[in-house]
């Protein structure tokens, strides 16, 4: 264990999909870090289960647990979310991060993989905010964060179904806010808008062109001049997932380098 834990989540137990790798397992440790209980859901089990591993070693034992789970699947959701409020005591945040993404234009894209990446980045949100808000209501003021895309709030001409999945988290985002406020529940909703951040969805690029051209490559379409870190998104992650952010809800953030400015 280490002495300099923070404190900015101490108390808050959050759930995090997607956490084997990429921005979910950053997220789990940045929340572990600042001081936040986390259940790694995946449906790569061993993998959730080697990041859970790494943070209970420096933090110390039932810090984090890891649960499997399919976001596609309902019965796959109730199962680890009551496993996790088991584990943690309780839910209090809810990172839906788990996402994928197919290639193909509007005439070129299969329905299959249209439904596939509607079901995983979309149904995983409706299906996992549906089933957690009862423990989340259990568990106030709590916080639901949801990993949609720059492609969701920008278009391009072959990524339909990203954009339109994307886009779907987006605006679910702010209406589970509004859900929330009207019933009277301090839970927020918010969402998160990244562009190109260094994590396995690159791979195919990076294979195509090489690791150093691909980079350079998506760096030249951003303001900045460079891809984002997967610790960009999850210090975003750990900002709403903290009292720190109390006042906001039904909002996004765009953490795009500058591209939605242009």
Same mark, same amino acid.
């Given at each position: 264990?280490? !002495? #300099?834990?923070?404190? +900015?989540? /101490?108390?808050?137990? @959050?759930? &995090? =999909?997607? *956490?084997?790798?990429?921005?979910? !397992? #950053?997220?789990?440790? +940045?929340? /572990?870090?600042?001081? @936040?209980? &986390? =259940?790694? *859901? ?5 993998? #959730?289960?080697?990041?859970?591993? /790494? ?208």
């Amino acid at each position: 264990m280490s !002495a #300099a834990r923070g404190t +900015r989540v /101490a108390g808050k137990l @959050a759930f &995090v =999909t997607g *956490a084997a790798q990429g921005l979910g !397992a #950053a997220t789990a440790r +940045r929340l /572990a870090e600042e001081g @936040a209980k &986390v =259940t790694l *859901a995946d449906i790569n089990i061993e993998g #959730a289960r080697r990041v859970a591993d /790494a943070i209970n070693a420096r933090w110390g034992p039932r810090n984090a647990f890891a649960v499997h789970l399919e976001v596609t699947s309902e019965a796959g959701w109730i199962e680890a979310l009551n496993a996790a409020d088991a584990a943690m005591g309780g839910i209090s945040v809810l990172v839906n991060n788990a996402g994928i993404s197919r290639g193909g234009d509007i005439e070129t894209l299969s329905l299959e993989d249209w439904k596939l990446v509607m079901s995983v980045n979309v149904d995983s949100v409706f299906l996992g905010t549906k089933h957690a808000l009862k423990y989340l209501r259990a568990n106030q003021p709590g916080s639901i964060v949801n990993i949609s895309s720059i492609a969701g709030l920008i278009a391009a001409h072959n990524t339909p179904v990203y954009n339109a999945s994307k886009a779907a988290v987006w605006l679910l985002s702010k209406g589970i806010a509004l859900h929330c406020a009207k019933q009277g529940v301090d839970v927020r909703s918010n969402s998160i808008h990244p562009t190109y951040i260094d994590t396995p969805i690159l791979d195919p690029l990076r294979q195509r062109f090489g690791k150093d051209e691909a980079e350079a490559k998506l760096g030249r379409q951003v303001p900045l001049g460079h891809i984002g870190e997967p610790a960009d998104i999850a210090n975003a992650v750990l900002y709403l997932a903290s009292d720190e952010s109390k006042f906001m809800t039904g909002a996004e953030m765009k953490l795009d380098g500058g591209i939605s400015a242009m």
